[in-house]
Protein backbone atom coordinates (compact mmCIF):
# COMPACT_ATOMS: atom_id res chain seq x y z
CA UNK A 1 0.00 0.00 0.00
CA UNK A 2 1.37 3.25 -0.88
CA UNK A 3 1.08 6.61 0.52
CA UNK A 4 -1.31 9.21 -0.70
CA UNK A 5 -0.21 12.67 -0.56
CA UNK A 6 -3.03 14.60 -1.90
CA UNK A 7 -2.24 17.32 0.66
CA UNK A 8 1.26 18.88 1.03
CA UNK A 9 1.50 20.82 3.83
CA UNK A 10 1.51 24.55 3.05
CA UNK A 11 4.36 25.50 4.55
CA UNK A 12 6.25 23.28 2.44
CA UNK A 13 5.01 24.70 -0.57
CA UNK A 14 5.34 27.84 -0.01
CA UNK A 15 8.97 27.70 0.74
CA UNK A 16 10.82 29.80 -0.91
CA UNK A 17 14.20 27.27 -1.29
CA UNK A 18 12.37 24.12 -1.72
CA UNK A 19 9.59 23.21 -3.97
CA UNK A 20 8.40 20.24 -4.61
CA UNK A 21 5.43 19.08 -6.29
CA UNK A 22 2.98 16.27 -4.87
CA UNK A 23 4.51 14.36 -7.92
CA UNK A 24 7.73 14.47 -6.57
CA UNK A 25 7.03 13.59 -3.24
CA UNK A 26 5.03 10.72 -4.41
CA UNK A 27 8.31 9.28 -6.01
CA UNK A 28 10.36 10.24 -3.32
CA UNK A 29 8.45 8.32 -0.88
CA UNK A 30 7.32 5.16 -3.02
CA UNK A 31 8.95 2.41 -1.24
CA UNK A 32 8.11 3.29 2.07
CA UNK A 33 4.95 1.52 3.07
CA UNK A 34 4.05 4.08 5.68
CA UNK A 35 0.14 2.55 6.59
CA UNK A 36 1.95 -0.88 6.94
CA UNK A 37 5.20 0.53 9.23
CA UNK A 38 2.48 2.08 11.58
CA UNK A 39 0.45 -0.75 11.69
CA UNK A 40 2.90 -2.96 13.95
CA UNK A 41 2.40 -2.43 17.63
CA UNK A 42 -0.56 -0.07 17.72
CA UNK A 43 -2.37 1.20 20.71
CA UNK A 44 -5.12 -1.46 21.23
CA UNK A 45 -8.66 -0.28 22.32
CA UNK A 46 -8.20 -1.35 26.47
CA UNK A 47 -4.55 -0.73 26.77
CA UNK A 48 -3.72 2.11 28.69
CA UNK A 49 -2.15 4.15 26.10
CA UNK A 50 1.08 5.40 28.05
CA UNK A 51 2.49 2.31 29.23
CA UNK A 52 4.87 2.18 26.20
CA UNK A 53 6.13 5.39 25.87
CA UNK A 54 5.10 7.38 28.69
CA UNK A 55 3.14 9.69 25.93
CA UNK A 56 -0.41 8.78 24.94
CA UNK A 57 0.33 6.83 22.41
CA UNK A 58 -3.21 6.78 21.07
CA UNK A 59 -2.88 10.38 20.20
CA UNK A 60 0.33 10.19 18.10
CA UNK A 61 -1.03 7.53 16.21
CA UNK A 62 -4.30 9.44 15.62
CA UNK A 63 -1.95 12.27 13.88
CA UNK A 64 -0.63 12.52 10.22
CA UNK A 65 2.74 11.92 9.69
CA UNK A 66 2.82 14.80 7.56
CA UNK A 67 0.90 17.12 9.94
CA UNK A 68 0.67 21.16 8.99
CA UNK A 69 2.58 23.22 12.36
CA UNK A 70 1.69 26.65 13.33
CA UNK A 71 4.83 29.11 12.49
CA UNK A 72 5.64 29.94 16.35
CA UNK A 73 8.75 32.52 14.97
CA UNK A 74 8.22 35.77 15.57
CA UNK A 75 7.35 37.56 12.65
CA UNK A 76 10.64 39.17 11.82
CA UNK A 77 11.95 36.18 11.54
CA UNK A 78 10.38 35.89 7.90
CA UNK A 79 12.32 38.95 7.04
CA UNK A 80 15.94 37.41 7.32
CA UNK A 81 17.88 35.97 4.77
CA UNK A 82 20.40 33.30 4.93
CA UNK A 83 23.47 32.56 2.58
CA UNK A 84 22.02 30.38 -0.60
CA UNK A 85 25.59 28.31 -0.07
CA UNK A 86 24.91 26.95 3.62
CA UNK A 87 26.97 23.87 4.73
CA UNK A 88 24.92 20.66 4.00
CA UNK A 89 24.47 18.77 6.95
CA UNK A 90 24.05 15.10 8.67
CA UNK A 91 21.16 14.78 11.07
CA UNK A 92 21.67 12.36 13.46
CA UNK A 93 18.85 10.52 15.45
CA UNK A 94 19.30 8.27 18.09
CA UNK A 95 17.03 6.34 19.87
CA UNK A 96 16.01 3.37 22.00
CA UNK A 97 12.38 1.36 21.31
CA UNK A 98 10.76 4.79 19.85
CA UNK A 99 7.46 4.85 18.96
CA UNK A 100 7.15 4.38 14.96
CA UNK A 101 4.24 6.95 14.89
CA UNK A 102 6.63 9.83 16.30
CA UNK A 103 9.77 8.65 14.93
CA UNK A 104 8.18 8.99 11.94
CA UNK A 105 6.53 11.91 12.39
CA UNK A 106 10.33 13.38 13.41
CA UNK A 107 11.82 12.17 10.23
CA UNK A 108 9.18 13.73 7.60
CA UNK A 109 8.93 16.70 9.51
CA UNK A 110 12.70 17.13 8.36
CA UNK A 111 11.92 16.18 4.83
CA UNK A 112 9.03 18.60 4.66
CA UNK A 113 10.34 21.36 6.07
CA UNK A 114 14.16 21.49 5.08
CA UNK A 115 15.84 22.21 2.03
CA UNK A 116 16.58 19.21 0.36
CA UNK A 117 19.87 20.23 -0.57
CA UNK A 118 20.89 20.65 3.16
CA UNK A 119 20.37 17.51 4.48
CA UNK A 120 23.48 15.52 3.28
CA UNK A 121 21.88 12.52 5.29
CA UNK A 122 19.61 11.32 8.05
CA UNK A 123 21.75 8.95 9.66
CA UNK A 124 19.35 6.61 12.28
CA UNK A 125 20.89 5.32 15.83
CA UNK A 126 19.16 2.28 16.82
CA UNK A 127 20.20 2.05 20.31
CA UNK A 128 19.46 -2.41 20.44
CA UNK A 129 15.77 -1.24 20.36
CA UNK A 130 13.72 -4.89 20.66
CA UNK A 131 12.11 -4.35 17.05
CA UNK A 132 15.58 -3.93 14.76
CA UNK A 133 12.75 -3.42 11.73
CA UNK A 134 11.53 0.33 13.40
CA UNK A 135 14.62 1.41 11.92
CA UNK A 136 15.71 -0.88 8.95
CA UNK A 137 12.39 -0.16 7.39
CA UNK A 138 12.62 3.37 7.46
CA UNK A 139 15.81 3.59 5.16
CA UNK A 140 13.20 3.28 2.77
CA UNK A 141 12.55 6.86 2.74
CA UNK A 142 15.13 9.56 0.92
CA UNK A 143 18.28 10.20 2.50
CA UNK A 144 18.02 7.65 5.54
CA UNK A 145 20.04 5.54 6.77
CA UNK A 146 20.05 3.41 9.74
CA UNK A 147 23.09 2.15 12.07
CA UNK A 148 22.23 -0.68 14.94
CA UNK A 149 24.19 -1.14 18.02
CA UNK A 150 24.38 -4.72 19.15
CA UNK A 151 24.17 -3.61 22.60
CA UNK A 152 22.51 -0.81 24.38
CA UNK A 153 24.98 1.85 24.64
CA UNK A 154 22.77 4.95 25.87
CA UNK A 155 22.36 8.38 23.97
CA UNK A 156 26.30 9.52 24.47
CA UNK A 157 27.97 6.37 22.64
CA UNK A 158 25.34 5.77 19.93
CA UNK A 159 25.86 9.71 18.74
CA UNK A 160 29.62 9.62 18.86
CA UNK A 161 28.56 6.29 16.31
CA UNK A 162 26.09 8.39 14.54
CA UNK A 163 28.62 11.30 14.15
CA UNK A 164 31.38 8.88 13.54
CA UNK A 165 29.51 8.06 10.28
CA UNK A 166 28.32 11.48 9.13
CA UNK A 167 30.15 12.56 5.85
CA UNK A 168 28.56 16.26 6.03
CA UNK A 169 30.62 18.94 7.86
CA UNK A 170 27.83 19.68 9.99
CA UNK A 171 26.66 17.69 12.39
CA UNK A 172 22.74 17.92 13.63
CA UNK A 173 21.87 15.92 16.29
CA UNK A 174 17.89 15.77 17.16
CA UNK A 175 15.84 13.31 19.62
CA UNK A 176 13.20 10.89 18.02
CA UNK A 177 10.35 12.82 19.17
CA UNK A 178 10.73 15.92 17.68
CA UNK A 179 8.74 17.94 14.65
CA UNK A 180 10.98 20.46 13.08
CA UNK A 181 9.57 24.08 12.23
CA UNK A 182 8.93 26.31 8.88
CA UNK A 183 12.85 27.01 8.21
CA UNK A 184 14.39 25.98 11.45
CA UNK A 185 17.73 24.54 9.74
CA UNK A 186 18.91 27.60 7.96
CA UNK A 187 19.60 29.94 10.78
CA UNK A 188 21.53 27.60 12.73
CA UNK A 189 23.56 26.49 9.74
CA UNK A 190 24.24 30.41 8.81
CA UNK A 191 25.73 30.87 12.81
CA UNK A 192 28.13 27.65 11.90
CA UNK A 193 29.08 28.90 8.59
CA UNK A 194 30.12 32.15 10.08
CA UNK A 195 31.77 30.72 12.92
CA UNK A 196 32.55 27.39 13.17
CA UNK A 197 33.22 27.25 16.91
CA UNK A 198 29.57 27.98 17.60
CA UNK A 199 26.95 25.67 18.68
CA UNK A 200 24.00 26.35 18.12
CA UNK A 201 20.41 25.21 19.31
CA UNK A 202 16.44 26.03 18.23
CA UNK A 203 13.98 27.20 20.60
CA UNK A 204 12.36 23.66 21.82
CA UNK A 205 8.65 24.43 21.63
CA UNK A 206 6.49 21.98 23.15
CA UNK A 207 4.38 18.91 22.13
CA UNK A 208 1.86 17.92 24.84
CA UNK A 209 2.44 14.86 25.69
CA UNK A 210 -1.21 14.15 26.41
CA UNK A 211 -2.63 15.69 23.28
CA UNK A 212 0.19 16.29 21.20
CA UNK A 213 -0.57 19.58 20.41
CA UNK A 214 2.20 21.86 18.97
CA UNK A 215 2.69 24.71 21.49
CA UNK A 216 5.36 27.70 21.36
CA UNK A 217 7.93 27.95 23.68
CA UNK A 218 9.05 31.06 25.33
CA UNK A 219 11.48 32.49 23.30
CA UNK A 220 13.09 34.82 26.06
CA UNK A 221 15.01 31.80 28.04
CA UNK A 222 18.07 30.55 28.19
CA UNK A 223 19.74 27.20 29.90
CA UNK A 224 20.64 27.41 33.44
CA UNK A 225 21.12 25.05 36.31
CA UNK A 226 21.86 24.63 40.03
CA UNK A 227 24.93 22.98 41.47
CA UNK A 228 22.94 19.86 42.05
CA UNK A 229 23.72 19.94 38.38
CA UNK A 230 20.19 19.94 37.46
CA UNK A 231 19.17 22.03 34.08
CA UNK A 232 16.36 24.58 34.23
CA UNK A 233 14.95 27.04 31.84
CA UNK A 234 15.15 30.37 32.86
CA UNK A 235 14.04 33.75 32.10
CA UNK A 236 16.29 36.73 30.66
CA UNK A 237 17.04 38.58 33.35
CA UNK A 238 15.38 42.24 32.54
CA UNK A 239 18.88 43.74 31.61
CA UNK A 240 19.49 40.92 29.24
CA UNK A 241 15.74 41.48 27.53
CA UNK A 242 16.60 45.49 27.44
CA UNK A 243 19.37 44.80 25.61
CA UNK A 244 17.79 42.48 22.97
CA UNK A 245 16.41 45.25 20.87
CA UNK A 246 15.63 42.47 17.95
CA UNK A 247 13.79 39.70 18.90
CA UNK A 248 15.74 37.62 16.30
CA UNK A 249 19.39 37.77 17.59
CA UNK A 250 20.71 34.46 18.88
CA UNK A 251 20.48 34.54 22.73
CA UNK A 252 23.76 33.04 24.39
CA UNK A 253 23.20 30.03 26.63
CA UNK A 254 25.22 28.90 29.89
CA UNK A 255 23.89 25.47 28.78
CA UNK A 256 22.01 24.06 25.91
CA UNK A 257 19.10 21.40 27.08
CA UNK A 258 21.48 18.84 25.16
CA UNK A 259 18.96 16.96 22.89
CA UNK A 260 18.64 18.97 19.50
CA UNK A 261 22.06 21.18 18.66
CA UNK A 262 23.67 22.07 15.37
CA UNK A 263 27.97 21.96 15.82
CA UNK A 264 30.72 21.97 13.34
CA UNK A 265 31.77 18.32 12.97
CA UNK A 266 35.64 18.96 12.62
CA UNK A 267 35.05 21.36 15.67
CA UNK A 268 33.31 18.56 17.43
CA UNK A 269 35.84 15.71 17.18
CA UNK A 270 38.40 18.67 18.07
CA UNK A 271 36.60 19.01 21.44
CA UNK A 272 36.83 15.41 21.70
CA UNK A 273 33.06 14.47 20.87
CA UNK A 274 31.60 13.23 23.86
CA UNK A 275 32.75 11.17 27.14
CA UNK A 276 31.86 8.29 26.26
CA UNK A 277 32.44 6.37 29.58
CA UNK A 278 29.15 8.16 30.58
CA UNK A 279 25.99 5.72 30.13
CA UNK A 280 22.89 5.77 28.86
CA UNK A 281 21.42 9.31 29.45
CA UNK A 282 21.86 12.41 31.43
CA UNK A 283 24.59 15.08 32.01
CA UNK A 284 26.22 15.15 29.28
CA UNK A 285 24.92 18.39 28.32
CA UNK A 286 26.62 19.80 31.22
CA UNK A 287 29.90 18.17 29.98
CA UNK A 288 29.83 19.42 26.21
CA UNK A 289 28.57 22.67 27.35
CA UNK A 290 31.76 23.17 29.84
CA UNK A 291 33.85 22.09 27.41
CA UNK A 292 32.28 23.85 24.54
CA UNK A 293 32.83 27.43 26.81
CA UNK A 294 35.55 26.79 28.47
CA UNK A 295 37.86 25.21 25.33
CA UNK A 296 37.39 28.47 23.13
CA UNK A 297 33.64 28.07 21.69
CA UNK A 298 29.99 29.23 22.69
CA UNK A 299 26.46 28.30 22.81
CA UNK A 300 23.78 30.18 21.45
CA UNK A 301 19.98 29.27 21.18
CA UNK A 302 18.18 30.88 17.64
CA UNK A 303 14.94 32.28 18.16
CA UNK A 304 14.00 32.10 14.13
CA UNK A 305 14.87 28.33 14.75
CA UNK A 306 11.82 26.15 16.07
CA UNK A 307 12.17 22.53 16.90
CA UNK A 308 9.04 20.82 18.45
CA UNK A 309 9.73 17.90 21.45
CA UNK A 310 7.42 16.16 23.42
CA UNK A 311 8.74 16.37 26.89
CA UNK A 312 7.53 13.76 28.91
CA UNK A 313 7.03 13.24 32.86
CA UNK A 314 9.36 10.27 33.06
CA UNK A 315 11.74 8.24 30.85
CA UNK A 316 10.01 5.30 29.35
CA UNK A 317 12.87 2.62 29.53
CA UNK A 318 15.03 0.93 32.14
CA UNK A 319 18.43 2.80 32.90
CA UNK A 320 20.50 -0.76 33.93
CA UNK A 321 22.56 0.95 37.09
CA UNK A 322 19.27 3.01 37.70
CA UNK A 323 18.21 6.31 36.71
CA UNK A 324 20.27 7.96 39.64
CA UNK A 325 22.95 6.37 39.68
CA UNK A 326 23.59 7.07 36.02
CA UNK A 327 23.03 10.70 36.55
CA UNK A 328 25.25 11.13 39.57
CA UNK A 329 27.91 8.93 37.38
CA UNK A 330 27.69 11.39 34.06
CA UNK A 331 27.23 14.66 36.23
CA UNK A 332 30.40 13.42 38.75
CA UNK A 333 32.72 12.68 35.59
CA UNK A 334 32.08 16.12 34.83
CA UNK A 335 32.72 17.77 38.15
CA UNK A 336 35.77 15.77 38.19
CA UNK A 337 36.93 16.75 35.00
CA UNK A 338 35.49 20.39 34.62
CA UNK A 339 34.68 22.21 37.71
CA UNK A 340 37.82 22.22 39.55
CA UNK A 341 37.38 23.15 43.05
CA UNK A 342 34.22 24.65 42.17
CA UNK A 343 32.96 20.51 42.65
CA UNK A 344 32.66 21.54 46.33
CA UNK A 345 29.24 22.57 46.03
CA UNK A 346 28.18 20.30 43.85
CA UNK A 347 28.84 17.58 46.34
CA UNK A 348 27.30 19.78 48.88
CA UNK A 349 24.15 20.06 46.90
CA UNK A 350 24.33 16.23 45.43
CA UNK A 351 25.63 14.51 48.94
CA UNK A 352 24.32 10.80 47.31
CA UNK A 353 27.51 11.50 44.60
CA UNK A 354 30.30 11.14 47.16
CA UNK A 355 31.65 7.80 47.23
CA UNK A 356 29.74 6.66 43.89
CA UNK A 357 32.17 5.44 41.37
CA UNK A 358 32.22 7.21 38.55
CA UNK A 359 35.08 5.72 36.71
CA UNK A 360 38.71 6.81 35.20
CA UNK A 361 38.35 10.43 33.95
CA UNK A 362 42.34 10.51 33.00
CA UNK A 363 41.40 10.37 29.42
CA UNK A 364 39.19 13.69 29.25
CA UNK A 365 41.19 15.25 32.42
CA UNK A 366 44.38 14.80 29.48
CA UNK A 367 42.03 16.10 26.98
CA UNK A 368 41.23 19.40 29.31
CA UNK A 369 45.09 19.89 29.55
CA UNK A 370 45.43 19.55 25.86
CA UNK A 371 43.16 21.74 24.33
CA UNK A 372 44.14 24.29 27.15
CA UNK A 373 40.36 24.76 28.23
CA UNK A 374 39.94 27.68 30.33
CA UNK A 375 38.88 27.46 34.38
CA UNK A 376 35.73 26.96 35.96
CA UNK A 377 35.99 30.26 37.52
CA UNK A 378 36.52 31.75 33.79
CA UNK A 379 33.43 30.18 33.00
CA UNK A 380 31.55 31.24 36.04
CA UNK A 381 32.76 35.02 35.57
CA UNK A 382 32.22 35.26 31.97
CA UNK A 383 29.35 32.97 31.43
CA UNK A 384 27.14 32.58 33.73
CA UNK A 385 27.56 35.56 36.57
CA UNK A 386 24.20 34.87 37.48
CA UNK A 387 25.26 31.39 39.26
CA UNK A 388 25.10 32.31 42.87
CA UNK A 389 28.31 30.98 44.50
CA UNK A 390 27.47 29.50 47.97
CA UNK A 391 29.21 31.95 50.27
CA UNK A 392 32.03 30.29 52.72
CA UNK A 393 31.72 33.36 55.53
CA UNK A 394 28.52 31.06 56.38
CA UNK A 395 30.54 28.17 57.43
CA UNK A 396 30.96 27.99 60.55
CA UNK A 397 34.17 27.56 63.07
CA UNK A 398 34.63 26.88 66.32
CA UNK A 399 35.66 24.07 69.24
CA UNK A 400 34.38 21.00 69.38
CA UNK A 401 33.90 19.55 73.06
CA UNK A 402 34.39 16.70 75.44
CA UNK A 403 33.54 18.22 78.77
CA UNK A 404 35.95 20.24 79.66
CA UNK A 405 38.55 19.27 77.08
CA UNK A 406 38.48 20.09 73.48
CA UNK A 407 39.45 18.16 69.91
CA UNK A 408 43.07 19.09 68.91
CA UNK A 409 45.40 18.35 66.50
CA UNK A 410 48.78 17.79 66.96
CA UNK A 411 52.30 16.92 64.99
CA UNK A 412 54.02 13.56 66.10
CA UNK A 413 57.12 13.20 64.95
CA UNK A 414 57.90 11.23 62.29
CA UNK A 415 54.30 10.94 61.12
CA UNK A 416 53.20 13.36 57.93
CA UNK A 417 49.37 13.42 59.23
CA UNK A 418 48.83 15.63 62.75
CA UNK A 419 46.67 13.48 65.15
CA UNK A 420 43.82 13.95 66.95
CA UNK A 421 43.87 14.02 70.86
CA UNK A 422 41.48 15.58 73.63
CA UNK A 423 43.37 18.46 75.81
CA UNK A 424 42.73 21.47 78.14
CA UNK A 425 40.92 24.11 76.30
CA UNK A 426 43.63 26.83 76.01
CA UNK A 427 41.23 29.44 74.30
CA UNK A 428 41.28 32.80 76.00
CA UNK A 429 38.25 34.95 75.80
CA UNK A 430 36.26 33.24 73.45
CA UNK A 431 38.93 32.64 71.15
CA UNK A 432 39.95 29.22 70.52
CA UNK A 433 44.09 27.71 69.86
CA UNK A 434 44.70 27.57 66.80
CA UNK A 435 45.02 23.60 66.97
CA UNK A 436 41.54 23.28 68.57
CA UNK A 437 39.76 25.49 66.25
CA UNK A 438 37.68 24.13 63.89
CA UNK A 439 35.29 25.11 60.16
CA UNK A 440 32.66 23.60 59.40
CA UNK A 441 32.23 23.74 55.49
CA UNK A 442 30.17 24.10 52.94
CA UNK A 443 30.94 20.88 51.86
CA UNK A 444 29.79 19.73 55.41
CA UNK A 445 33.23 18.73 56.40
CA UNK A 446 34.61 19.39 59.68
CA UNK A 447 38.67 21.16 58.70
CA UNK A 448 41.27 22.66 59.81
CA UNK A 449 43.58 24.41 57.31
CA UNK A 450 43.97 21.37 54.89
CA UNK A 451 42.88 18.61 56.80
CA UNK A 452 39.71 17.17 57.48
CA UNK A 453 38.02 14.73 60.41
CA UNK A 454 37.41 11.31 58.61
CA UNK A 455 35.78 8.17 59.37
CA UNK A 456 38.24 5.71 59.41
CA UNK A 457 35.32 3.51 57.94
CA UNK A 458 31.63 3.80 56.73
CA UNK A 459 30.66 1.39 59.38
CA UNK A 460 28.90 2.62 63.46
CA UNK A 461 31.83 3.34 65.76
CA UNK A 462 34.50 4.00 63.42
CA UNK A 463 37.59 5.39 64.49
CA UNK A 464 37.94 9.08 63.66
CA UNK A 465 41.05 10.52 62.05
CA UNK A 466 42.31 13.73 60.56
CA UNK A 467 43.18 13.20 56.56
CA UNK A 468 43.60 15.54 53.72
CA UNK A 469 40.42 17.17 53.09
CA UNK A 470 38.50 15.04 50.23
CA UNK A 471 35.44 16.29 48.87
CA UNK A 472 34.27 13.64 47.02
CA UNK A 473 34.90 11.17 50.10
CA UNK A 474 31.56 10.39 52.19
CA UNK A 475 33.45 9.55 55.51
CA UNK A 476 34.42 13.15 55.60
CA UNK A 477 30.97 14.52 55.53
CA UNK A 478 28.88 15.44 58.45
CA UNK A 479 25.29 16.17 57.68
CA UNK A 480 24.04 17.19 60.55
CA UNK A 481 23.16 21.25 60.40
CA UNK A 482 24.39 23.86 62.54
CA UNK A 483 22.00 27.00 61.34
CA UNK A 484 20.18 27.65 64.55
CA UNK A 485 21.99 26.58 67.34
CA UNK A 486 25.48 27.44 68.38
CA UNK A 487 26.04 24.42 70.41
CA UNK A 488 25.54 21.09 69.61
CA UNK A 489 25.66 17.36 70.86
CA UNK A 490 26.60 14.84 68.45
CA UNK A 491 26.32 11.31 69.40
CA UNK A 492 28.24 8.14 68.06
CA UNK A 493 24.66 7.07 66.13
CA UNK A 494 26.37 7.46 62.79
CA UNK A 495 27.60 10.54 63.30
CA UNK A 496 31.00 11.91 63.10
CA UNK A 497 32.37 11.26 66.44
CA UNK A 498 33.12 8.39 68.08
CA UNK A 499 33.36 8.98 71.79
CA UNK A 500 30.17 9.07 73.72
CA UNK A 501 29.31 13.09 73.75
CA UNK A 502 30.73 16.07 72.35
CA UNK A 503 29.35 19.10 71.82
CA UNK A 504 30.41 21.63 69.39
CA UNK A 505 30.36 25.28 69.84
CA UNK A 506 30.69 27.68 67.17
CA UNK A 507 30.56 31.63 66.98
MN1 LIG B 1 13.31 13.56 24.39
Not at 27 to 38: K, P, T
Not at 91 to 105: G, V
Amino acid sequence: MKLKHKSVPVDVASCDSFKISDAEWEDMLEGFDERSYLSARRWKPGDDPYTLYAFNQRESERIPSNRALRDTRNYRCTTLHYDSDLPPTSIIITFHNEARSTLLRTIRSVLNRTPVHLIREIILVDDFSDDESDCQLLTKLPKVKCIRNVKREGLIRSRVRGADAARAGVLTFLDSHCEVNKDWLPPLLQRIKQDSTRVVSPVIDIINMDTFAYVAASADLRGGFDWSLHFKWEQLSPEQRARRTDPTQPIKTPIIAGGLFVIDRSWFNHLGKYDTAMDIWGGENFEISFRVWQCGGSLEILPCSRVGHVFRKKHPYVFPEGNANTYIKNTRRTAEVWMDDFRLFYYSARPAARGKSYGDIQGRVELRKKLKCKSFKWYLDNVYPELKVPDDSDSQSGVIKQRQNCLESRRVEGQDLPVLTLAPCIGTEGVPAINQEWVYTHGQQIRQQQHCLSLSTTFPASQVLLLPCNMADGKQVCTHTHTHTHTHTHNTGGALLQASHYSISYG
